[in-house]
């Protein structure tokens, strides 16, 4: 568990540097570079005794002290025993297989009962970490409708770490889809930004404007009446990701409803979509660990009815 409000304070040792930059080099193990500019803006952080802006260039010598405030509190993530289905957990992190229709954090129109709110429950020591109280435990995240492995840190120096790794692409997400089309090739890179469609909030789409994404796709097999199997490996970690990648090349994901076909082919709930594998470095003891989920039942049922090209 966290360690309540602490305090740090340390002399600056260069000339000319931004005081946001020299923080992360004293405690960027500690706190992300997003943390330290708000507790810069919310008046956490002092030079000499005196309140700090982000952009303050220093001349060296400098006394700095960042105090770090309670967690933000939101009456609205309470609690909630909702059963979980935990692959493996310790001290500083919990690995879960999450079932399709489980949001992961709250949001519009999904305020309770979500992921968020059964980590709280069955991991109460989450509560402490100084993060939106929303996102707490959450490193990553998974759509709702999509089934399989998602990563939980149980306290703060873990979730900074691992999401530090994210950031440096050094974690390993795989996914397996079932397509409505097969790809023009048996494998490849995707590499097209991706941003919020201005013409509909719930959906995104490519655009030269838009961040990074990149997305890896690997045929396993090809099914009658043009399915294809594909694994995929997410080098980044857009919203919506992978489906719009599938559907840019126009190949989409079978039962996705909103990327993919209108008049669906199979009797899909959701889109056939699974995260089934994560290989990270455990943020305490710097272990290499990797995990797997199998395939979710309904996913499962539909493809065993399928008619493989031999």
């Known amino acids: 568990m966290s360690t309540p409000n602490p305090t740090y304070s340390f002399t600056a040792d260069q000339s000319g540097e931004r005081l946001d930059k020299v923080i992360v ?6 706190l992300t570079r997003s943390q330290i500019q708000q507790f810069i803006r919310d008046g956490h952080v002092s030079v000499n005794g005196e309140p700090a802006k982000s952009g303050w260039r220093l001349k060296g ?17 309470t609690p909630v025993i909702i059963p979980l289905n935990v692959i493996y957990e310790d001290a500083d992190i919990a690995v879960i297989n999450k079932t399709a229709g489980l949001v992961v954090h709250p949001g519009a129109g999904a305020e309770k009962s979500t992921l968020v709110h059964a980590i709280l429950a069955q991991y109460p020591e989450i509560a402490q970490m100084n993060y939106a109280a929303s996102r707490r435990g959450i490193v990553h995240r998974l759509d709702k409708d999509t089934s399989g492995i ?20 050094t974690i390993d997400k795989q996914y397996v889809a079932l397509l409505e089309r097969t790809p023009k090739t048996t494998s490849g890179r995707i590499n ?17 404007n838009g961040r990074t994404a990149v997305t890896e796709f690997f045929v396993e097999e090809l099914y009658e009446d043009g399915y294809a199997f594909v694994r995929l490996n997410l ?29 669906q082919r199979l009797p899909l709930t959701r889109q056939f979509l699974h995260a089934t594998q994560i290989a990270f470095d455990h943020p305490r003891t710097g272990e290499r660990m990797s ?17 493989p090209i031999r």
Do not use: C, W
């Open 150 to 169: 998602i990563l939980i840190a149980r306290n703060e120096r873990s979730m900074h770490r691992l999401m530090v790794q994210f950031q440096k692409r």
């Open 61 to 77: 010598g400098e006394t700095i002290t960042v105090r770090v405030p309670p967690p933000p509190e939101d009456p609205r993530i």
């Open 235 to 263: 080098l980044t970690g857009r919203t919506h990701q992978i489906r719009v990648h599938m559907a840019y090349l126009n190949t989409p994901i079978a039962g996705d409803r909103l990327y993919g076909l209108r008049r």
């Open 192 to 208: 097209v930004p991706i941003e919020r469609d201005p013409n509909n909030r719930q959906k995104m789409h490519v655009s030269h």
């Open 25 to 30: 080099t004293h405690v960027g193990d500690q």
């Open 291 to 307: 995990f797997s989920a199998p395939l979710a039942l309904d996913l499962k049922t539909v493809l065993d009815t399928l008619r």
